[in-house]
């Protein structure tokens, strides 16, 4: 019996169509970014092997979230059915979540709030 691996592949781009130090994992979506644009990209079979190209810091050991994070207030915003939740992190869970927010392309307050809505599900 063969066992087939998954041949996934890591497309780093350093400079594409408007994008910078992107991480994609198909060439169709690589390809968008970098075809007819004077492009610097490189695939990898590993995603370190990618982020070490584009010069990220390659994540090793996770941080323990609840030791490191304190909350500081909860307020109500005037006129609106929300509350804002203020967080104190220490800096390098904080970099490496930005981080994680840029390869994502998605902001820190939908992350946030997926987690959460994710936690509570």
């Known amino acids: 019996m063969e066992v087939y691996m998954s041949k ?3 497309y780093a781009i350093k400079k594409g169509n408007g994008v ?10 690589c390809k ?3 075809l007819g644009y ?7 079979k590993t995603k370190d092997e990618a982020m070490k190209y584009l010069g990220l810091k390659v994540k090793e050991d996770k941080p323990d979230i609840e030791k490191e994070e304190t909350i500081k207030k ?6 609106k059915n929300q509350k804002i939740l203020k967080i104190c992190l220490e800096n390098e869970l ?3 979540f930005i981080k994680e927010c ?5 902001s820190e307050d939908l992350i946030i ?3 959460i809505k994710e936690w509570l599900c």
């Not at 004077?38 to 990898?44: C, E, L, M, N, V």
């Not at 909860?74 to 006129?79: D, F, I, L, P, Y």
């Open 8 to 10: 996934i592949k890591y």
């Open 20 to 29: 910078t130090n992107k991480i994609v994992e198909t060439w169709e979506e």
């Open 32 to 34: 968008v970014l970098v």
């Open 38 to 44: 004077p492009a610097i990209y490189k695939s990898f």
């Open 74 to 79: 909860v307020k109500k915003r005037k006129g």
């Open 94 to 96: 904080y970099e490496a």
């Open 102 to 106: 840029q390869e994502l392309d998605m």
């Open 113 to 115: 709030k997926n987690m």
